[in-house]
């Protein structure tokens, strides 16, 4: 799946056979993996400058299967397989030549890509003399080292001269790509973005599936939308929920309108591969990421008692840290007090669970309601937008300033304009978009200016309570 910068695994399975077929899978690592092919392909007696192209070679063709997913995202247990009709020779068991060992440790975390892309390169080849192809001539190599050409030329003769070789590329333990979870409306991060990504590179050759307009990584309505239509598209149950199967639908997908498993690929732009959200979540970082974790753990908080509270700061200092620690023990998860991949799961699908107990309809629409957990914007329309626009409203009534909008659901101009002007007085960024904390903003001067009194939205049917 192409997500993030490219990088070696640690281990790569090979499948002895073609792909359907019932043969061994053999999982070694992945210099090993190199060693064999360049051994099983090329000759130890060729001029070095041939030998470290066709490695270089060997190796982008093993990172492009490996990156691009090509055999998981179909449903396959392995990475690449030992045939040549498909990929690139190997052979159980067999001899590795001394020189190809030593040439393949220096050089085995290296990669070909085209400039201005991040995918390693579909570098296709052939022996050039009972095979022809449009890639590397692997007898040409020879010709070429004996002119005294060097490794990049002779790639680049038959590559082109807008090549890159990426060297000291960082080794890592792979995993797949799914993130084990399915992903739906209100979830927020990489994963998310990586979909929009992709869905709306897809739509340009299926132009049914919607265009989303902000690839900000949140999951919204019109996410929900553009997955919706491309499981329609492509005979899967159309839930709007991204699932592994319809995660690895995606990534075959995108995989195969950008050409990124051929010789003329489209290319993956840095913009498109860039994850933009931090990983982990830890003590001494501050911002919006901070908030939204800690106006999650506020209302698990109010709903498990043996999660510690937590004041909405944007800091992430020790109150925080020991809030985390608390959910981490009450879910059962090492106690860190970091917020790794596992713990943010795990709050997100706490605090949905709180929102999925009392549905937006049943709930009188003048009640303070929790952050409904997608982010709103323009074009969205939903029965949150029509509680977001009550108590807009209602605002109104004592801060002429801001915008008194009707209760119709949809999430047009006027209520971006009356959005824009809340955050104005409040000093928020004003970009007309409702987090959660421009929500927990809105709610709290609802709350005071209807009650008289701070009635936030935690605990009780309704998710009111009078603190």
């Known amino acids: 799946m192409p997500i993030g910068e490219p990088y070696i695994p640690e281990y790569i399975t090979v499948h002895l056979g073609t792909p359907d077929s019932p043969g061994e899978n053999i999982t070694l690592p992945f210099p090993e993996y190199i060693k064999n092919v360049a051994s099983s392909e090329i000759f130890p007696t060729w001029p070095e400058a041939a030998i470290r192209a066709n490695i270089y070679a060997i190796i982008s063709f093993a990172l492009n299967r490996y990156y691009t997913e090509w055999y998981r995202s179909r449903g396959y247990n392995f990475d690449i397989t030992d045939n040549t009709q498909y990929d690139q020779k190997f052979v159980k068991g067999r001899q590795i030549f001394e020189n190809i060992s030593q040439i393949t440790d220096e050089i085995f975390n290296s990669y070909v890509r085209r400039q201005g892309s991040v995918e390693p390169l579909f570098t296709a080849f052939c022996n050039g003399t009972t095979a022809v192809c449009d890639g590397l001539s692997q007898w040409g190599t020879v010709a070429l080292a004996e002119e005294g050409l060097v490794p990049y030329e002779i790639l680049a003769r038959y590559y082109g001269d807008n090549i890159d070789i990426v060297s000291d590329v960082p080794v890592r333990t792979g995993t797949p790509s799914y993130p084990g979870f399915p992903i739906s409306l209100g979830y927020f991060g990489n994963e998310a973005r990586t979909i929009q990504v992709q869905l709306n590179r897809i739509s340009g050759n299926?132009?049914?599936?919607?265009?989303?307009?902000?690839?900000?990584?949140?999951?919204?309505?019109?996410?929900?939308?553009?997955?919706?239509?491309?499981?329609?598209?492509?005979?899967?149950?159309?839930?709007?929920?991204?699932?592994?199967?319809?995660?690895?639908?995606?990534?075959?997908?995108?995989?195969?309108?950008?050409?990124?498993?051929?010789?003329?690929?489209?290319?993956?732009?840095?913009?498109?591969?860039?994850?933009?959200?931090?990983?982990?979540?830890?003590?001494?970082?501050?911002?919006?990421?901070?908030?939204?974790?800690?106006?999650?753990?506020?209302?698990?908080?109010?709903?498990?008692?043996?999660?510690?509270?937590?004041?909405?700061?944007?800091y992430y200092g020790q109150e925080t840290e020991n809030s985390v620690k608390s959910f981490q023990q009450v879910f059962g998860l090492p106690q860190t007090g970091i917020v790794d991949r596992t713990t943010a799961r795990d709050i997100y699908r706490a605090y949905f669970g709180i929102i999925d107990s009392s549905p937006l309809s049943e709930i009188n629409p003048e009640e303070v309601i929790l952050f409904p957990g997608v982010v709103l914007r323009e074009g969205s329309s939903s029965e949150a937008v029509k509680f977001l626009q009550t108590y807009l409203s209602y605002i109104h009534q004592t801060y002429p300033e801001i915008n008194d909008v009707s209760a119709t659901g949809y999430f047009g101009p006027v209520t971006k304009a009356a959005v824009m002007a809340f955050q104005k007085l409040y000093g928020l960024p004003q970009n007309g978009v409702v987090g959660s904390t421009v929500w927990d903003a809105i709610t709290k001067l609802y709350s005071d200016l209807r009650f008289g009194m701070d009635k936030r939205p935690y605990q009780s049917p309704g998710y009111t309570i009078t603190r």
């Open 206 to 314: 299926y132009p049914a599936i919607p265009k989303i307009a902000d690839v900000s990584g949140d999951f919204d309505y019109a996410t929900e939308d553009a997955v919706r239509v491309f499981q329609e598209i492509f005979g899967l149950e159309p839930t709007g929920i991204v699932d592994s199967a319809t995660w690895y639908k995606i990534a075959y997908i995108f995989t195969s309108v950008k050409k990124l498993s051929e010789l003329n690929s489209e290319g993956l732009r840095e913009e498109e591969a860039a994850r933009q959200f931090t990983e982990t979540l830890r003590p001494g970082m501050q911002g919006d990421k901070i908030r939204n974790l800690q106006y999650y753990l506020s209302v698990i908080g109010a709903y498990y008692d043996a999660v510690q509270p937590v004041e909405i700061t944007g």
